[in-house]
């Protein structure tokens, strides 16, 4: 089995090589248990130092000319999987948030066949005791409602909608290849697998604070942010489905 790691990076100069150092430590290792792990970093049109980093560490990269945003760099993570013939693609954020050590439990009910896609969740149990990250509480309550505003229009029950750290088997990872939101793909995916009567399941992770640098989601944006995810939510639940089994 071949399992890739999409890692988008967006002027992740300080983070990139912490990040690809975290895998390349368990991929020998997830070998031996019975499959390939691989990583593909798509650099999304850094204007830092990103791209000279990944060339001088010898980072396998994928440079984007410009910025096409999480939505972009992640689909193009998802056409390389498609054409490579992966047979599940794994989202895991460049900034170090992401515990490479909870991939097992991630793509478990994958492998397991008791789902097609899985997220992985700050807010379901049991996480690891020395887990202390937490995000801010307005970040919480925006996830709550979220998670509420999809369950009112697509009858999905994910507690941590905004996630970024998301396996997918081959059937999801040729849909999103072919089609996958550009604005607010977390939540808007999830309403698009929903249409297309994909098993989406939810297992508790462990993350860790970013260690450098900025999200590019400000607090002055949050209110504006809010406003339009919601009516993206609502605009995609009404969207006819175009994918078929």
């Known amino acids: ?15 990139i090589v912490r990040t690809v150092q975290s895998v390349e430590a368990i991929r020998s290792e997830k070998r031996n248990r019975g499959y390939i792990l691989d990583y593909i970093v798509i650099n999304d049109g850094s204007l830092d130092n990103t791209e000279e980093i ?3 560490n010898n980072i396998k990269c994928i440079n984007l000319f410009q910025n096409l945003g999480i939505g972009g760099a992640v689909q193009t993570g998802y ?14 954020d460049g900034d170090g948030q992401h515990d490479i050590n909870s991939l097992d439990k991630l793509i478990a009910p994958i492998i ?23 995000s801010t509480f307005m970040r919480r ?28 088997n081959r059937h999801v990872l040729e849909m999103f290849a072919n089609d996958y939101p550009v604005d607010y793909p977390e939540p808007e ?6 249409k297309n009567s994909v098993r989406i399941s ?11 640098g900025k999200s590019s989601i400000r607090a002055w944006k949050s209110v504006y942010y809010m406003i339009k995810v919601s009516l993206a939510i609502v605009c995609r639940a009404f969207q006819k489905s175009n994918n078929k089994k």
């Not at 056409?79 to 895991?92: K, L, S, T």
């Not at 397991?112 to 807010?123: I, L, M, N, Q, T």
């Not at 995916?189 to 929903?194: D, F, I, N, Q, R």
Request: neutral net charge; hydrophobic residues 45%; proline residues 2%.
């Open 79 to 92: 056409i390389y999987a498609c054409i490579a013939n992966y047979d599940i693609a794994i989202q895991f």
């Open 54 to 56: 990944c060339r001088d």
């Open 189 to 194: 995916s999830l309403v698009m697998l929903a």
């Open 1 to 15: 089995m071949k399992i890739l790691l999409i890692i988008p990076a967006y002027n992740e100069e300080c983070n």
């Open 202 to 212: 939810e297992v508790g992770v462990n993350m860790f604070e970013r260690a450098e």
């Open 141 to 168: 309550v925006g996830i709550r409602y979220l998670s509420f505003l999809l369950n009112l229009f697509a009858g999905i029950k994910v507690k941590d909608v905004t996630s970024g750290y998301r396996a997918a």
């Open 112 to 134: 397991e066949g008791k789902a097609d896609f899985v997220v992985g969740s700050r807010f379901v149990k049991p996480r690891k005791l020395d887990d202390n990250f937490q």
